[in-house]
């Protein structure tokens, strides 16, 4: 459960930062540590002139992300405390992060591939440029659906704005349908 960090080389001067999502026995659900990781990680390549741009992705074919953790915020609950702090923590940090996105003055690249479920369609809404497969599968809770700003569309209403902005990759015919 961690956050993997590399770069893909451009040129002498120019490079791409990777995060990997590398999670994938829980299909890469995010947990506190990784988001914590990823928004310092943005923070950091923000201020770096030889990140060009970042590129996001899971580990494994299986998800790019199935949302939070909830194994591990259900283990970190306490009926004694209200409001809990160990899920509120990771929310705020959480929906936070999806806020740095959505503002980040470099493109981000996400390689939607795979399953794609609540926190993961959090991160990968905000993207610049979103990518999916053959194999993307999208879903959201929409029985929760005032609870965030990430979930405050729906797949019609996605779909609607981002048309155009969203690509399919097949990688069999070497394409990129729009």
């Not at 503002?103 to 996400?110: D, H, L, M, Q």
Request: aromatic fraction near 12%; include cysteine.
């Amino acid at each position: 459960m961690s956050i993997i960090h590399q770069f893909i080389t451009i040129n002498e001067y120019q490079r791409i930062g990777e995060i990997i999502l590398d999670n994938p026995n829980s299909l890469n659900a995010q947990t506190y540590d990784m988001v914590k990781t990823t928004s310092k990680l943005l923070s950091t390549w923000a201020d770096d002139a030889s990140v060009v741009a970042v590129l996001m992705r899971g580990a494994g074919q299986k998800a790019f992300c199935a949302g939070g953790d909830i194994r591990g915020l259900y283990h970190a609950y306490n009926s004694e405390i209200f409001p809990n702090p160990e899920p509120l923590k990771f929310f705020q940090v959480e929906y936070g992060l999806c806020k740095q996105i959505n503002s980040y003055a470099k493109p981000i690249i996400v390689w939607a591939s795979g399953i794609v479920m609540g926190g993961g369609m959090g991160l990968a809404t905000p993207c610049s440029h979103r990518i999916v497969s053959e194999t993307t599968m999208m879903a959201v809770n929409f029985r929760n659906k005032c609870h965030s700003f990430e979930i405050n569309v729906t797949f019609y209403d996605f779909f609607k704005i981002f048309r155009n902005k969203c690509h399919l990759f097949h990688p069999v015919f070497n394409l990129t349908l729009r």
